[in-house]
């Protein structure tokens, strides 16, 4: 049953309209009455009717200045002017107003009737339309996983363009802020009959290692995930800080091996301009992520192991060597013939990588960047950083190079 409000200063026009048409034939009932216009505001905020029927001129507030705050507090309801003032000015802004329609007193019966008919109309049109986008709404809910998959491998198969993308990222609800993170998380089929406890599906094994990741990156806020067509599993969060979101790879790799015995491998990537670098990044990371599972087992566990152990001071070849049961010239020549860099250089890598990681925290000095990369000698880091970079741990820092 919808809800009628009438207001009006003049009680006998208040009764007049009460009783001009049987209301509850048409499915409605009078909800309240107001005789001035703050009454009415007070009463459309209790009662949400969906019919207002208010004379122009009432005192405390008047008809047009009520219409002003209604839109403020029920932007619902049908509007209709019930007035004496056969004015232009009053009708021309009462259509600036947006209100459904304008009677003039003394009020025809069946005028009101015929108005009241058209409202009851444009109100079921009301309801339909919100009732469809209720359930566009949930199916889009219950959908939403499945049109992400078909978006993100649009977006990085280039078949969309940059409005495009726009639009779809408000439709599925999907908020980057200026600043996001990338993970790339790929299964190591090669340990497959070795390291494997049980043999899952595979939609189900993406499914719980996104889960596992979402539990692990929740400081982050992740905010969309999708599997692509080479199963290379991407999730986006939002970064706020960085401090700690180059060892995030890490720990997932750990998580995931030590919940479910799956060996993964991970690549991760900050990006700041979201649109015009995704595309790339991703191809970048799955690139990265093809290259490591390439690797001889032992190979893979070393670059693994470093990853973790990167800030352990003494960290050497003969112990990483000794951990996997391998000779260290085997390690060595095996390292070099798989990432075609030494033992040492790759260390050095993730140590300088880790490093302007820590770097961003404009707090942390110099020698606690060292020290937190596994460099008791400040003047040895700053040897190691200019030789990756090209440039000296302050210099970066100053010019952000």
Request: hydrophobic share 40%; glycine share 4%.
């Amino acid at each position: 049953m919808y809800r009628l409000l009438i207001a009006d200063d003049e009680a006998r026009i208040r009764k007049g309209l009460r009783n001009s048409i049987n209301w509850a034939e048409l499915d409605i009932e009078i909800a309240g009455e107001a005789e001035d216009g703050e009454i009415a505001l007070k009463l459309v905020k209790e009662l949400n009717p969906h019919i207002i029927m208010l004379d122009i001129c009432m005192p405390f507030l008047n008809g047009l200045e009520l219409i002003k705050k209604l839109k403020n507090v029920n932007k619902k309801s049908i509007i209709i002017i019930v007035t004496g003032y056969d004015q232009f000015e009053y009708m021309h802004e009462a259509l600036k107003l947006k209100v459904f329609d304008y009677i003039l007193k003394p009020v025809n019966r069946e005028n009101l009737k015929d108005t009241i008919l058209k409202a009851i109309q444009e109100l079921s049109k009301i309801e339909r339309k919100r009732n469809y986008l209720d359930w566009t709404s949930k199916q889009v809910d219950e959908n939403l996983n499945s049109l992400r998959q078909v978006f993100f491998n649009n977006w990085f198969n280039g078949k969309l363009s940059y409005e495009d993308i726009l639009e779809e990222l408000k439709f599925l609800k999907i908020n980057f802020s200026k600043c996001i993170g990338m993970v790339t998380i790929k299964v190591v089929e090669k340990f497959k009959m070795e390291l494997y406890v049980r043999n899952w599906d595979r939609e189900l094994l993406n499914f719980a290692i996104i889960n596992i990741a979402y539990d692990l990156l929740k400081n982050f806020k992740p905010e969309a995930a999708f599997v692509d067509e080479n199963n290379n599993i991407i999730i986006f969060t939002n970064l706020c800080n960085s401090s700690e979101w180059y060892d995030l790879g890490n720990k997932l790799e750990e998580k995931v091996y030590s919940y479910l015995g799956y060996i993964v491998v991970t690549e991760q990537e900050k990006i700041l301009n979201v649109i015009n670098e995704v595309k790339d990044t991703y191809s970048k990371l799955v690139c990265k992520i093809n290259e490591k599972i390439q690797c001889k087992p032992v190979v893979l566990l070393t670059m693994k192991y470093i990853n973790t152990n990167y800030n352990v001071n003494d960290l050497n070849l003969q112990g990483v060597a000794e951990q996997f049961n391998v000779s260290s010239s085997y390690l060595s020549k095996l390292i070099k013939q798989e990432i075609g860099i030494s033992f040492s250089d790759y260390l050095t890598n993730i140590r300088i990588k880790k490093a302007i990681c820590f770097m961003e925290d404009p707090k942390m000095k110099i020698y606690e960047v060292a020290e937190a990369v596994g460099y008791s000698n400040q003047h040895y880091f700053c040897k190691a950083f200019k030789k990756v970079i090209g440039v000296s741990p302050t210099e970066y820092r100053g010019g952000n190079v």
